[in-house]
């Protein structure tokens, strides 16, 4: 059970990172507060990921367009792209 958790916390903290290179400068929302942020990033990236086929293996990918949608479905509006 705790190979579980440490893989769940692994991969959460790798769709972070894999995000952060590749999404938008960032996120607004009128009260929001940086662990409300960061528990609906995390959310999102967590709902937004999937696993292909790759010759090195199954690896994870972030689907960018379900996890802006699932952001702005939060009520958050995107700042300028990098």
């Known amino acids: 059970m705790k190979t579980l958790a440490a893989l769940v916390s692994s991969s959460a903290l790798g769709l972070a990172l894999l995000a952060g290179c590749s999404t938008s400068d960032g996120w607004t929302k009128t009260g929001m507060t940086k662990e409300g942020l960061d528990q609906d990033t995390a959310d999102c990236l967590l709902n937004s990921r999937a696993t ?19 952001m702005a479905d939060r009520g958050y509006t995107a700042g300028p792209a990098k």
Request: hydrophobic share 20%.
């Open 52 to 70: 292909v086929p790759s010759r090195e293996g199954p690896r994870i990918i972030v689907d960018q367009d379900r996890y802006r949608r699932c």
